[in-house]
Each structure stands twice: as structure tokens, then as C-alpha cells.
């Protein structure tokens, strides 16, 4: 099909001289620079490019930005690709590849099509009525509508490209650069300020850029922006954001935003930048969208808004066609009417539903020449893949029926305009409320409790010199509240047309009265017609938040721009309400569709979460450790020789521990500075047993509770003096705990002398446990008298080890005699290598957490979050002795003595050792008393912590049990997936119960 | 490793072997400052005592203002809380500092190794740190002497104004610290970064 | 992103800050004389009103103290913050935390008593 340029020989904003290529559905175009993609569609005459879609119909260009409900296609190819971009709203930039959508195997005879002869079966709603039968053959639907739901395609591989965000702040953010928010930036920014101007498009101008016949200062208003617009950028303060979508506005002036900037920055830029920005007020200059008017087949490709071809006319230089009608409610469209003859277009009618109509622009609109139908409607259109006529007839008195006879007109484009939506999504999103204007036929901003004022098209202001003065007073009133002087400057003298109200005809009457209105479409994107909402109204969903959602109306990607008050006014004719009575549905965030990557920045891959690493990580490394992760740390799990499986490797750890000398890598555990006159009281207060009396230089196990109760964490605390002491946690609670300390200290005990410092990454910690373990601290101690008598277990010295001072706590949570070894983190690297060094000849064996693990299981000693979830007492785990019986008050007091918390059947701590000497049980698995061949069966308990203990030879395991301390002896049965395996329940402690060793 | 008697230190920056160097006319600059001294001293300010005796000792009063930072001779002192500050002293003071502190009776506790420093300057250092603090550090807001604990992405900081070019540094827990540096050189990528040595 | 303005450090994002439940919930002075039922009530219950809600924060992120605020829960409306150990200072803060249920609760009178 040979294919003609709309390009018009003169006019327009873009560059003529700049040829731009690309490609769409695999053939390819020319276009300019400055051209959109649609512009550029339309440019060279291809009016098809989507297939609706539920109907598949052929659907083409409707509007000139952000509110375009159906020229949505696949952008770019390969990783970069991406889905239902707005054709209307992508920069045409050399070798740009974009393909429509929705469509197999062409988009011209597209097999989809069907849906349109099925339509009478595809109504709104009908998936809830549909496969359901038979029940078995769900899979086969799901594999179909898989295959034909959803528009676009999904990248196949990870995306290519980056995305950054930002912080600011401002005394003034000023969404939309038309005159209105023009006006206010400036006024704003005069006064010095700080403003942010975001416009989502190219370039500042916003309605004026699309505008011929406005003069402003005695200039069109397109040479007259140029000036204004340096005049903003010569201000120091005042930031200018193009291609800058503001897409939420949520509590307390803060605002998300969507910077596009990869089209014409270029691949080393980030594709897009989301800034968060902080205002303390906002000028809202949103504008507004037109909306269609509603009647029969009023979706053809060619079918448009007429402001919209106005701006292709104005900003592009493109005319949708040869032939282009004009059917309104209003005196707005006849501009388009005028700028269309201005340039040499055709124009064989104009349709206007008012029966009165006059005013300048239609007096213009006769002395050019035109034809003018004055309370006539559109009742039909012809044209699959393109317009090719539009039927009219008279409207009765009270626009219900048509009378009179049928006229068909040809012509190639029709410039529809049903009345104009504010746009007040952000004004609605901050919480800002809504109210009907029956003049305009709209929702305006009413009141809100945010710092935000809307201005211009977007508060029902249409005219560009009201716009300007609205603009230039909220601007200047937003500066002052920032405590910023206001500086006078007169306002621009504008010239434009007049315009009369405009009227409202929510329903055109199909052409053959009791027809369906089944192509009456309403929300253009889903396919939802006037028939469906009457559908919903019969089927009972009245509400308009059960409109929207069964019929889906306004919930595209486009949010029902250019439907959602056509949808509610259509429901409040049949409900015979008025439209307050039908009310809106809630706006949401993003008010355009964002990249995901966005929101997520740069905080991915490497940089998604820190990893923590201790000061002798360099040496873990070097020697082949295996690293587990504990939170946001990673340790060293167990180091393997060449060729050792962990088993083997956790084995020889634990042996050479029990044996010669371990190392083991503590400094990842909680350590809290505690000072102060109260502080022993405070800890008396926080753990469940004494402190008052612990002397200085001794350290103490201490179990922390919630209020509950219930274990919280534990830890040993010493005491360096009278009123100091330093509290260990564990890894994972070292900030909770400290968290839960001040919390304490702050709102029920402020009047406790006692200051808390966490010093958990200032000291490092090599813990060495073992028989061997003094002698190979006294080759590299000498200033401390390292004997039992001198330095008894559970107590503390300072003193130099390796050269480095350090602080020693002689305590063990691997059973045997063991020295903690804390210095400054920057020895720490030292101080392991010294160790190391030393204790080579002493068969030194460094361990990780596995092994440590295993040491303490095999001592019975408890891990807070492994043998406990938070549902668990000291007396499930057989800890009666650390609960004082003295203490009046101490945290979780109370709630041990609920009466849940004392029942008998709770589960308690016990260890299982497995009747099949290979079987280590699995962490986790379920305890049951009696076996059954098919669940379900009695959960009695549950393994918290396994392993093989090469100290016993055998595994091990501790558990959970109901009343478990009164089944010692018994068998249970622990069901896993293919097999039974059978354990006895033991004493939670299976190796140097009367704990001897340590002490020594 | 240790050389005769001293032992070796290692900072969290170290590790990550960075080697000097950048573009000249780089937007930002980083260097971690090593092994400075840092010692949380906890007090009443309505204790005139304790406040003649930090004055005495360190030289300065601590600042009552909130997020403020006091330079005096070569340490900061910075608010960290209506009873805590953090004194921040060339490598080796704090042991000294800390000993008169303690004597005296002052709630001192050191934490020198709980954190780094990273100096951030640049024309851009601002724009840099906007892509991750959501303080406002526009000079009308945020100048020489003001300081604050807040998060540079997801890690918790404690920052202050050294110099109008402007100069900031940047106190983070040690484990934090290859993130962050990682970060800021994330973060410098569209401005240039050059890296100085510690 | 509520902008929240803590008592020392001025204003911030309320990502830097930990909520802590419901303000003014006095701890029992002798929470033995109290049955289970009236110590979950301590424990476990809190208001959760649609509007004005007394409430703990602490500026976990920044210099870590607590404070209670006045906040409508429907409109995120902040009335003020006021220091721990406070009541509120507004006219409509104050009848909030006087029309509480717990005022009359088992707790609370234990808590009070302590003092007499």
C-alpha cells in the first residue's frame, strides 16, 4: 500500500533538518528530530498500530501524551526490550525499533480477531463466569490464557541497563512547566527560593507548546517561552527538570519522580533517576486531559482527540489526515477546526451536540467557511483498519434520542472533544479531596491538609491568562511561607479566544434506538464499553469501586486518563444519581508506569546488602575457608584440608578442640560498654539472676526475657569495676539488645545512673579452648599469671598478648578451658597470626561455627534462637537455676508466672540420640509419639539442633518435646520423607555433664 | 607481619587494597583516615562540672546544640545525643585523653576500632551524597560545623562538614566500611572519583 | 514517607525512626496482685483508633532517643511530639489520652498505686 506523507511543508517544532531513522513492525521509517514516536507514525500516514486488547480490534493513535490509552508498543529488542510504552511519549531517536503488540501473525490480520465476533461472549466480567468446567481441564485453560493474556513481552535476561536515585529538598516544587507552573517557578524563584520546575516533557511550555493561536505580550506564545525560560535558568537557586514525570506525592511534601534520561544522554547515563524529594510546598500545574465523547464505534484508527491533533498540527508539523471531522460538546475543538483550515486540511464538518451554539470561535468556524451541525451527534462510524466515514443524525431536545435522518460523511480522521479531566491525581494522591463542578463536568481539588495549592488547568482554570495569574500568585504566596521575600513583576498581557460553557452528553444515542452499546466504548485500553457498566449495574456492582473493578475501567496503564469520568457519569445516568453520588475511586502511585530498576537504584547486586567481615577474615580466606552466613556477617564455617569433606573437616576440628588447643574466630558477638552507679542494679533488672554482688574482674551467665517471659538472649557479662561492666550478646542480638537496653533506660528507668556504649566491632576476639590451650597463651603472655588459682574460670584480666594489650575472659561455651582473647580491632589480624604461629607445634587447629556448634551440643549449652523461637521459657530448657527466686523485679518476672507458662505439657529441652548410630537427624524435623502410615499424626516436638559428635562417636541431637523431662528413656519417632527414624530421649548433655573440664 | 615490638594495625579499607589514583579534575575524592582515635564521652550538661572538665581536658566545652561539631586544635568533639558526644583525635591521643577523662570521673568508654573515618571532598561531593543521605546539606541548611547521625544508603553515618569546598567526613561502623567505600565509588562513577591513600 | 520532627535533631524521614507501639502504657508496680487476664491486657492489647493515636518513637537512626507524638492515624496528620515521661500538651492530645480505656484498666491502677 503506497503510503503518503502527512508531514505539512511548514510548521511545527521540529528539526527538518535533522532526518531521524527507524523501524516499526519491521519496516522501516524516517522521521525528525523533535519527532515523538507516534508523531512520526502518523508523519508517514500508518494510522494502525495496536490491536485492543480483548477484541483484538484494529485501534490507532488517540492523543498527544501521557494519556494515551492504546498506541502502547514493544520498545527496543534483546535484554533492553520493554513492554507498552506509550507511542506518544518516546523520543524518536536514530535506529529506534519498536514492534505493536497484542497481535499473531500481523498486526493487519491479526487471528485475535475473532474476539470481535465473539464479543456478545467476552463482556466484562465474563472470566468470573467462565472455566470453571470441567474442574479437571483448569490447566489446559490456564496454558491458553497464558499464551493470550497481556499485551507486551517480558525482557528475557537481566536488564542492561542502570538507574540511580536522588535526595532533595526545596522550598518549592513546582509539577508541570504550561504557563500556570511557568508563572509560579518564576514568581517562586525570584524571590530566591529554592524551586524545583519538573515537566514530563522534552521541553518547558506545556500547553503552549501545542498552541497557534495564543498570544502572549504581543508575541505567539511559542516565541515568547524562550525568554521566560532563560530568565528561570539564570536563576541560581531554581532547577529545571525536563522529561521529569513527578509520579507521587505522598505525606508531608514528599515526592517521588521519575527522571528519563538514557534517550538523549546517551548508554553511559543511568536510564532513568528517581528522585525523593522533600518540598515544603507544592504548586500543583498538572493541566488537564481531554476526554472522548462516547458512541458507537468511536474507536477506529483515525478517531483522535481533537486537542491532540491540534498538537500534532503545532508541535509536530503533522496532520492525521486529509479529510478530518470535528465532533464536540464544546467551543475548544473548534480551534482545531480553524488550525486544521490554517493549514490547508479539509475539513467537511463540524458536529456539535449543543443545539446553541455561538461565541467567537464558532463565528470564526463559519467565516472560514465551514460547515457547522449544531445539535447533531455521531452515530456510527465505517472503517476496519482505518476511518473511512462517520454517520450523523440530529439529537432530540433532551440528547436521549436521535430524530431526523442519517448523513454519512467521509473522511479519514475524526477530532473528537467530550469536555476536559482535570488533572488532580496528585492532589488526590496526598490525601486532598474532590469536588464536582457541574459547569466544567469534572472533579476539582477542593481541600486538602497538605502544603500543596493547584493551579491552572488542573483547579478548572482553562484560559491561559488565568493560568498565568493563578501560576504567578500561588508562587509568589509559596516563597513567602518559605520566609522568602516576594519581588514584584507584572503579569504578561495574553490574547486568545473566549470560550462559552461547554455541555455534557455522557451517552451519545446509538444511530438505531435499542441497539446495545456494545461498541460504545468507554475505557479504550481494557475494552470496556458502555455496555459493560450497564452490565454492572444489573449484576449489582453500583459502587464505583466495584464499577472499576468489575469492568476494569480506569485499571490500564494509562489509569483511565481519558475514561474514568466518562465511566462514573455513565453509571450515574443509570443509576439515575448525579455524579457526587457516584463518586471516584482512590488515586494511587505511580501516577505514569515506572521502571522497576528505578526503585530499586543502585542498591543491587554487589551493593544489595553489606557483608560483614571481621578483622582476621584475610587469614579465613587464605586458608580455604568455607563461609556460612550469620545475618549480614560471614564466618568461617569449617576449614577443610585438601580433599576433606565437612564432616571430616568439622570432626578433626572438634577433636583437635577437645584434644590439643581450637581457635576460633568470636568477635562477632554483642558487646555493650556499661557504666555508671546503677549499673549492676540495671543488670539485676534485665537478666533473670543476681548481679549486685559479683565482684570485679568476675564474669556471670546471664539470660535475657521479654516481659512475656519468654527467652530473649544470653550472654556472659563481667564486671571490669564497681561501676563498669562489660555485657556480651549474641551475634544476632547484639543490636536488639542494645536497642531493648535503652528503650528500658529511657521510658521506665530514666532516673538509673547507667550509660550504654556498644563496642561490639571495636574489639576483636580469638577465643582458644582446650587442654593445651595455657600453655600456648603463656608463650605469648607473660605480664599475666595464667594459673587456675590465679585466673579462676568466668572471670577477666588485662594484660599483653603477642605484644598487643589485651583484655582475657576465661569463658567457655565449648566446654573445655578456654581464653577469650579480645583486642582492638586492628590487631586482630596480629594477634590470630601470632596464635597461630605459636601453637603450630602444639597442634593449634582453628575452627569455625560448625565445629563450635557441635562443642557446645555436645555440652548441652543452648543457642537463643536455635533451641529458642521466642515461645520458649527458662524452664522449658531445664534453666530453673538462672531464674532467681529473690529478685522482687526483673523483666519477664510476671510473665513466667502465667498460667500457660507453667504447664505441665509444654515442650521441654531434651537430647535424642537415634537408634540408627548413621542417622543424623535433620535440624527441624517433627517428633511424633506414634507412627501412622499416612499423615495426619500428633506432633509432639521438634529437633532444634543436630549433629555428628565425634567426641561421643554417635550423633546427637536436642529437642523440643512435650512433657519431654518426664519421658526419659522413651523412643520417639521422627517420620521424615521416606523413611521412619527412631530416637531415644536423653538428658539434653551428652559429654562432661558435671561441666569439670572448663573449670580447670 | 609485625615489625620488632610494634604490632601490625589493619583498617577495614586496607583490606580492600584500593589502589591511589583517579582522574584529575575528579568530581569527588575518598581516603579512609586511619586509625583515629574516637572515644564516646557520656555526661549532664547541666552538671557544670562536667562540663568545666571536658573543657579542661580536651579544650573545648562538648556542644549543647544539637548536631553541631567543635574543631579545636586537632580533635572534634560532635553531639551524638543530649548526653553523649564523640571526640574524634589524631591516632594515639585518645589513650591519653581517656585516661584524664576517666580519672576525673567521666563516663568515657573507647571506640576507636568500632569504626572508620572516610573523607569525602569534591565539587561533588554533595551530589554524590544526595544519591544516598537524605539530609539536606544545601549550604543554607548544612555548613562547616554541622554534623549528623543518619543512613548513606542503607548504612547508618555519622557525617560532618570539615571544609566549604565541600569536605565531609564520614564515621561508619567497620564492618560498614567496604560497603560504603564501595558506594561512594558507585555513587562518583558519573562524576569521576579519585582515590587518595589513608 | 511521614517527615517526622524529632525533639533534637529537627526534622527527618521516618525511615530513620522505630515505631514503638502505644504511649503511656505504665508499667505494674506489683504486676503479682494482677490476674493473667488483666496482665495480657498490659501485655498484649493496645489501641489502634482511626484518628488522634498517642505513640512511642525513638530515632533509631540518628541520636537514638524516645519521644511520644500525637498522630492521626487517618490523615498522618503529626499534632506534636513531646518529650518521654510527657503528656501531651494539646487539647485534643490530652482528651485523647484521658478517654483511653486504659486509664481504668487493672495495670494502670497498679502502676499509680505505686506511688501512693
Known amino acids: 500500500m503506497r503510503r503518503r506523507s502527512n508531514r505539512l511543508e511548514k510548521g511545527g517544532r521540529v528539526d527538518r533538518t535533522r532526518p531521524v531513522r527507524f523501524r516499526f513492525d519491521g519496516r522501516d521509517f524516517e522521521g525528525l528530530s523533535g519527532d515523538t514516536l507516534a508523531s512520526a507514525l502518523l508523519a508517514n500516514d500508518v494510522s494502525l498500530v495496536a490491536r485492543s486488547f480483548k477484541y483484538h480490534r484494529p485501534r490507532g493513535i488517540v492523543a498527544l501524551g501521557v494519556e494515551e490509552p492504546n498506541a502502547l508498543v514493544q520498545c527496543g529488542i534483546g535484554n533492553g526490550t520493554t513492554p507498552n510504552q506509550r507511542a506518544t511519549r518516546i523520543e524518536l531517536t536514530d535506529g529506534l525499533i519498536a514492534a505493536s503488540q497484542n497481535r499473531w501473525p500481523l498486526l493487519r490480520a491479526d487471528i485475535g480477531a475473532i474476539n470481535s465476533l465473539l464479543s456478545p461472549l467476552l463482556p466484562a466480567g465474563f472470566y468470573y463466569k467462565t472455566f470453571m468446567w470441567p474442574p479437571g481441564w483448569w490447566l489446559r485453560y490456564e496454558h491458553w490464557i497464558r499464551r493470550v493474556a497481556g499485551l507486551g513481552r517480558a525482557p528475557p535476561g537481566p536488564d542492561p541497563d542502570h538507574y540511580r536515585q536522588v535526595h532533595a529538598h526545596c522550598d518549592v516544587l513546582v509539577v508541570g512547566a504550561g504557563p500556570a507552573g511557568l508563572a509560579a517557578a518564576a514568581a517562586a524563584g525570584r524571590s530566591g527560593a529554592r524551586v524545583i520546575l519538573a515537566d514530563e516533557q522534552s521541553e518547558p511550555g506545556g500547553s503552549l507548546l501545542a498552541e497557534d493561536d495564543v498570544e502572549i505580550d504581543g508575541r505567539p506564545a511559542a516565541d515568547w517561552l524562550p525568554t521566560l525560560i532563560a530568565d528561570l535558568q539564570a536563576m541560581p537557586e531554581l532547577t529545571v527538570l525536563t522529561r521529569t514525570a513527578v509520579n507521587g506525592l505522598h505525606d508531608h511534601g514528599f515526592l517521588t519522580m521519575l527522571q528519563n534520561r538514557a534517550a538523549h544522554e546517551g548508554t553511559a547515563r543511568p536510564r532513568c533517576t528517581l528522585w525523593k524529594v522533600r518540598a515544603r510546598h507544592v504548586v500543583l500545574a498538572t493541566g488537564a486531559h481531554e476526554r472522548p465523547l462516547v458512541f458507537a464505534d468511536n474507536d477506529r484508527p483515525g478517531i483522535m482527540l481533537a486537542s491532540a491533533v491540534r498538537g500534532y498540527i503545532t508541535r509536530y508539523g503533522v496532520t492525521p489526515g486529509r479529510r478530518v471531522a470535528v465532533f464536540c460538546s464544546n467551543d475548544d475543538a473548534y480551534r482545531t477546526a480553524l488550525v486544521l483550515v490554517r493549514h490547508g486540511v479539509e475539513v467537511p464538518a463540524i458536529i456539535d451536540v449543543r443545539a446553541n451554539t455561538a461565541g467567537p470561535l464558532v463565528d470564526a468556524a463559519r467565516a472560514a467557511g465551514l460547515t457547522v451541525h449544531a445539535g447533531h451527534a455521531v452515530v456510527g462510524t465505517s472503517g476496519w483498519h482505518r476511518l473511512r466515514s462517520i454517520t450523523i443524525r440530529q439529537l432530540s ?128 485500553q481494557n475494552d470496556v464499553t458502555a455496555a459493560d457498566v450497564h452490565l454492572a449495574a444489573r449484576e449489582g456492582y453500583t459502587s464505583v469501586e466495584h464499577l472499576k473493578r468489575y469492568t476494569t475501567t480506569g485499571m490500564g496503564t494509562d489509569q483511565g486518563k481519558t475514561s474514568n469520568v466518562n465511566a462514573l457519569a455513565i453509571m450515574g445516568e443509570v443509576l439515575g444519581s448525579d455524579i457526587p453520588g457516584v463518586g471516584h475511586t482512590t488515586f494511587r502511585p505511580p501516577y505514569t508506569p515506572a521502571a522497576i530498576g528505578a526503585y530499586a537504584g543502585r542498591t543491587i547486586g554487589a551493593l544489595f546488602d553489606p557483608v560483614r567481615i571481621t578483622a582476621m577474615d584475610p587469614w579465613h580466606r587464605a586458608h580455604g575457608a568455607a563461609f556460612e552466613h550469620v545475618g549480614q556477617w560471614m564466618r568461617a564455617w569449617y576449614y577443610p584440608r585438601p580433599g576433606e569433606s565437612m564432616r571430616q573437616a568439622v570432626d578433626r576440628e572438634v577433636t583437635a578442640a577437645r584434644e590439643a588447643v581450637g581457635l576460633l574466630d568470636a568477635s562477632t558477638l554483642g558487646k555493650i560498654d556499661i557504666q555508671g552507679a546503677d549499673a549492676a542494679e540495671f543488670l539485676n533488672r534485665v537478666y533473670t539472676n543476681s548481679w549486685l554482688r559479683l565482684q570485679p574482674g568476675r564474669a556471670r551467665y546471664g539470660l535475657m526475657l521479654g516481659e512475656d517471659g519468654m527467652v530473649m538472649d544470653d550472654g556472659v557479662t563481667t564486671r571490669l569495676a564497681e561501676n563498669h561492666f562489660h555485657m556480651t550478646t549474641t551475634t544476632g542480638g547484639a543490636g536488639t539488645v542494645l536497642d531493648w537496653l535503652e528503650e528500658w533506660l529511657q521510658t521506665e528507668w530514666p532516673d538509673l545512673d547507667v550509660r550504654l556504649t556498644s563496642v561490639t566491632e571495636h574489639w576483636a576476639v580469638a577465643a582458644l579452648c582446650g587442654p593445651r590451650s595455657r600453655e600456648l597463651l603463656a608463650r605469648l603472655c607473660t605480664d599475666i599469671d595464667l594459673s587456675a588459682e590465679a585466673f579462676p574460670f568466668m572471670s577477666m584480666r588485662e594484660g599483653t598478648v603477642a605484644g598487643i594489650p589485651a583484655r582475657i575472659f576465661r569463658i567457655s561455651f565449648s566446654g573445655e578451658i578456654s581464653f577469650e582473647i579480645n583486642v582492638r580491632r586492628r590487631h586482630g589480624l596480629a594477634l590470630w597470626e601470632a596464635l597461630v604461629a605459636a601453637g603450630e607445634p602444639l597442634g593449634l587447629c582453628p575452627y569455625g561455627t560448625e565445629a563450635m556448634h557441635v562443642l557446645r551440643a555436645e555440652k548441652g549449652f543452648i543457642i537463643v534462637g536455635q533451641e529458642t523461637d521466642g515461645t520458649v521459657t527458662p524452664f522449658d530448657l531445664g534453666m530453673d537455676w538462672i531464674v532467681s527466686k529473690t ?3 526483673f523483666i519477664g518476672k510476671r510473665g513466667l508466672d502465667r498460667r500457660d507458662l507453667l ?49 561421643c562417636g554417635r550423633p546427637i541431637a536436642l529437642a523440643l518435646v512435650k512433657g519431654g523431662r518426664s519421658m526419659l528413656g522413651n523412643t520417639v519417632s521422627i517420620p521424615l520423607a521416606n523413611r521412619v527414624v527412631g530416637a531415644v530421649v536423653s538428658e539434653p548433655r551428652f559429654f562432661d555433664p558435671e561441666g569439670e573440664r572448663m573449670h580447670g | 607481619m609485625a615489625d620488632q615490638g610494634a604490632p601490625a594495625c589493619v583498617t577495614p579499607i586496607d583490606v580492600l587494597a584500593t589502589p591511589p589514583g583517579g582522574p584529575r579534575g575528579a568530581g569527588i575524592a575518598i581516603r579512609e583516615r586511619r586509625l583515629l582515635g574516637k572515644l564516646v564521652v557520656r555526661g549532664d550538661t547541666r552538671d557544670t562540672d562536667f562540663i568545666d572538665t571536658v573543657q579542661g581536658t580536651v579544650g573545648t566545652a562538648p556542644p549543647t546544640t544539637p548536631n553541631r561539631c567543635v574543631f579545636h586544635d586537632t580533635l572534634a568533639v560532635i553531639w551524638l545525643g543530649p548526653d553523649e558526644w564523640l571526640v574524634v583525635t589524631p591516632p594515639g591521643r585518645e589513650e591519653g585523653l581517656l585516661d584524664a577523662l576517666a580519672a576525673e570521673g567521666i563516663v568515657v568508654t573507647d571506640v576507636s576500632d568500632q569504626s572508620t573515618v572516610i573523607r569525602l571532598t569534591g565539587p561533588r561531593a554533595r551530589e554524590v551524597l544526595a544519591q544516598g543521605c537524605a539530609l539536606d546539606l544545601h549550604p543554607r541548611s548544612f555548613r562547616v560545623g554541622s554534623a549528623a547521625q543518619s543512613r548513606i544508603g542503607r548504612i547508618r553515618t555519622t557525617l560532618w562538614q570539615v571544609d566549604a569546598q565541600p569536605g565531609y567526613d564520614l564515621l561508619v561502623s567497620c564492618s560498614f566500611a567496604a560497603w560504603l567505600w564501595a558506594w561512594l565509588t558507585d555513587a562518583g562513577g558519573e562524576f569521576g572519583v579519585r582515590v587518595e591513600a589513608g | 514517607m511521614l517527615l517526622i520532627n524529632c525533639p533534637w535533631c529537627g526534622p527527618r524521614d521516618d525511615a530513620e525512626f522505630h515505631y514503638g507501639g502505644e504511649a503511656h502504657i505504665l508499667r505494674p508496680a506489683n504486676p503479682s496482685a494482677l490476674s493473667d487476664e488483666e496482665f495480657a491486657e498490659y501485655l498484649f492489647l493496645q489501641q489502634n483508633p482511626r484518628g488522634l493515636h498517642l505513640e512511642r518513637w525513638c530515632h533509631s537512626d540518628g541520636c537514638r532517643r524516645w519521644f511520644n507524638m500525637v498522630r492521626d492515624t487517618a490523615t498522618n496528620r503529626i499534632l506534636e511530639v513531646y518529650p518521654m515521661g510527657e503528656l501531651p500538651s494539646s487539647q485534643s492530645g490530652l482528651a485523647a489520652w484521658r478517654n483511653n480505656w486504659r486509664r481504668n484498666s487493672a495495670a494502670e491502677r497498679n502502676a499509680r498505686n505505686r506511688v501512693e
Open chain 1, 887 to 889: 529478685k522482687t523485679d
Open chain 1, 397 to 524: 431536545g433532551d440528547g436521549q434520542t436521535c430524530t431526523g435522518r442519517r448523513r454519512t460523511i467521509r473522511c479519514d480522521a475524526l477530532a473528537v472533544s467530550g469536555g476536559w479531566t482535570p488533572a488532580v491525581h496528585l492532589f488526590s494522591q496526598g490525601g486532598g479531596s474532590l469536588a464536582w463542578d457541574e459547569a466544567i463536568g469534572a472533579f476539582l481539588p477542593d481541600a486538602t491538609l497538605q502544603q500543596v495549592t493547584p493551579v491552572g488547568g488542573c483547579a478548572g482554570t482553562m484560559s491561559v491568562a488565568g493560568c498565568l495569574a493563578e501560576g504567578h500568585a500561588t508562587g509568589g504566596a509559596a516563597a513567602c511561607a518559605a520566609g522568602h521575600e516576594e519581588i514584584e513583576a507584572p503579569l504578561p498581557r495574553v490574547l486568545e479566544h473566549s470560550q462559552s460553557l461547554p455541555d455534557h452528553l455522557w451517552t451519545v444515542p446509538h444511530g438505531r434506538p435499542g441497539r446495545p452499546l456494545a461498541t460504545h466504548f468507554v475505557d479504550f
Open chain 1, 903 to 951: 504447664a505441665p505439657d509444654r515442650k521441654q529441652l531434651v537430647g535424642l540420640l537415634s537408634e540408627d548410630p548413621r542417622d543424623v537427624i535433620p535440624e527441624g524435623a517433627q517428633v511424633v509419639e506414634t507412627v501412622r502410615s499416612r499423615p495426619p499424626m500428633t506432633m509432639i516436638g521438634h529437633v532444634t539442633s543436630s549433629y555428628h559428635s565425634p567426641t
